[in-house]
């Protein structure tokens, strides 16, 4: 008797839902970019915040930093910096003091079509590629090979059509150029060939950012237009720690402030390694660099938009690899995340280097918890969150498409709950526990079944029976058949064929333009 009522009772509900899908269209999460929320979560106590920033303090004064190039010496000892008799340049705190107050924090990062801008803002989480890797999973072959110029197109094309993926930090290095000219130049045309998201990428030499500001000033029509709205950053590893200046990186930097494009001021510190064994003294060494950089930065244009990218790194100490994956990975990104809300400058920072070699369970739970962690602490621009595997190593398409998924969950968690007399819905609640027995019919339910509810596309959700007559289809299967669905029909022209053209006179481009049809 009971299971005919409860049949009854889904068809009423049934009836009543498709009257009220022609009175309340609503609008879906299906296709829509969701932001994540961060609310400063972290490890550290306000009191643990001021004392690794008074330490910093006291390194940059008096530790300093070694084998800055002649040209940053001379900068920063104008402004009332100093170099000792070691040759390392000192930091004085009220330099580091003044650059914190001046920093510009107004930070938006634009996407070329779409909804692709990201506003640095508190709270505000973006999460996107990364990783450099130099191999990657061919899935025709069943095994890593090295990547090439056409593994980088064909990435950035998938993610311009990942939704919860926000922005395209290259993943790969195409190994097939001849030189770092080559590479820098053919980076920079492949990704902004491939996608309209942000980008980011890197040079390896002052002349490579002036290459590289060429192919953005031509795609925006302008300098003034790219100025106005960058599309592209660098990442800039500017330190070797510890607490030493790459020379040439950190003329990169200089020089892309100069030419108006965003640096993400990078510090990698291996602990354990590189820096300290202690989380503490990790991320108290890792701010001090990276503050050294923000400090240079400011003083060549106090307008830059340069972002505090603390991206500190576990070791694993049995084997002297990375644990990207770690729980200690996650506590440790998420305390230096917390400084840089600390000093409420936009940040950005690695979340998801899984030591995973295919996108398996171990994969999902160390980019889960890391990504996880990291967007709670605030971080705004997350990398390497999604296809990157094997510590970096490598990356895998498949995962790319997985991850979308996994993003979307994450990012859609993190969001506020909205909390109103509609959403607590009393009037609802008294209506059905005295009436019908269930929310099936309701108006709301039906309204907010797509504006409300994430649908992942890669999970499987079939009950078991189901399941095993469509075959039992793993995730990895999904995914490989959404890589070939994308990449087949997905044929972007955001580079127009007159720029194009005065490019490939102009610069050494190699990407084929069969290899863009």
């Not at 609008?27 to 004392?51: C, Q, T, Y």
């Not at 084998?67 to 104008?78: G, K, T, Y």
């Not at 526990?433 to 504006?451: D, K, N, V, W």
């Amino acid at each position: 008797m009971r299971r005919g009522e409860g049949s009854g009772r889904s068809r009423m509900g049934r009836k009543r839902r498709d009257k009220n899908a022609a009175d309340n269209p609503v609008e879906s999460l299906e296709g829509k970019r969701i932001i994540g929320f961060g609310r400063g979560n972290g490890p550290l106590h306000d009191a643990d915040m001021v004392a690794v920033h008074e330490a910093a303090l006291a390194l940059l004064a008096n530790t300093g930093l070694g084998e800055a190039s002649p040209n940053v010496v001379d900068l920063v000892v104008a402004a009332g910096g100093g170099l000792d008799s070691r040759g390392r340049l000192l930091f004085p705190p009220g330099l580091v003091k003044a650059t914190l107050a001046g920093l510009r924090r107004d930070i938006t990062l634009y996407g070329r079509a779409g909804d692709n801008d990201m506003t640095l803002s508190s709270g505000a989480v973006h999460v996107g590629t990364g990783g450099a890797s130099p191999l990657i999973f061919d899935a025709g072959l069943g095994k890593y090979r090295e990547t090439n110029l056409v593994d980088l197109y064909d990435a950035a094309r998938l993610v311009d059509r990942l939704d919860h993926v926000h922005f395209f930090s290259r993943p790969v290095v195409a190994r097939d150029m001849p030189d770092a000219r080559h590479l820098d130049v053919n980076t920079a045309f492949a990704c902004l060939a491939g996608t309209a998201k942000h980008v980011f990428t890197s040079a390896s030499s002052p002349e490579s950012v002036r290459d590289i500001a060429t192919i953005c000033y031509q795609i925006a029509g302008s300098e003034t237009a790219f100025r106005d709205k960058p599309f592209l950053s660098l990442n800039v590893n500017h330190v070797v720690p510890p607490l030493r200046f790459d020379p040439i990186a950190l003329n990169v930097m200089v020089e892309a402030v100069r030419f108006g494009i965003p640096v993400m001021v990078n510090c990698f510190g291996q602990l354990g390694a590189s820096s300290p064994v202690t989380i503490a003294g990790c991320v108290t060494q890792t701010i001090a660099e990276t503050l050294a950089g923000m400090v240079i930065a400011w003083l060549v244009n106090p307008e830059a938009r340069a972002v505090f990218g603390p991206r500190p790194m576990i070791t694993d100490l049995r084997t002297g690899g990375m644990a990207g994956g770690s729980g200690e990975q996650a506590l440790l990104t998420a305390a230096a995340i917390q400084m840089a809300r600390f000093y409420q400058l936009p940040s950005s920072t690695i979340a998801g280097a899984t030591d995973s070699k295919s996108p398996d369970a171990q994969s999902g739970y160390e980019k889960c918890l890391n990504v996880t962690q990291t967007v709670h602490a605030g971080a705004n621009i997350i990398t390497q969150a999604c296809g990157a595997q094997a510590g970096l190593m490598g990356l895998s398409l498949a995962a790319l498409v997985i991850d979308n998924d996994m993003l979307g969950s994450i990012l859609r968690a993190s969001g506020p709950v909205a909390v109103s007399p509609e959403t607590i819905a009393l009037e609802s609640i008294d209506r059905v526990a005295c009436g019908i027995g269930h929310f099936l019919g309701e108006q709301a339910t039906y309204a907010r079944m797509h504006s409300d509810f994430l649908y992942p596309k890669t999970v499987d959700r079939l009950g078991i029976a189901a399941w095993e007559e469509a075959g039992k289809p793993d995730m990895r299967d999904n995914a490989h058949d959404q890589v070939r669905t994308i990449l087949e029909e997905h044929h972007p022209t955001y580079i127009d064929a007159k720029s194009e053209m005065i490019l490939r006179k102009a610069l050494p481009i190699l990407l084929s333009p069969k290899d863009q049809t």
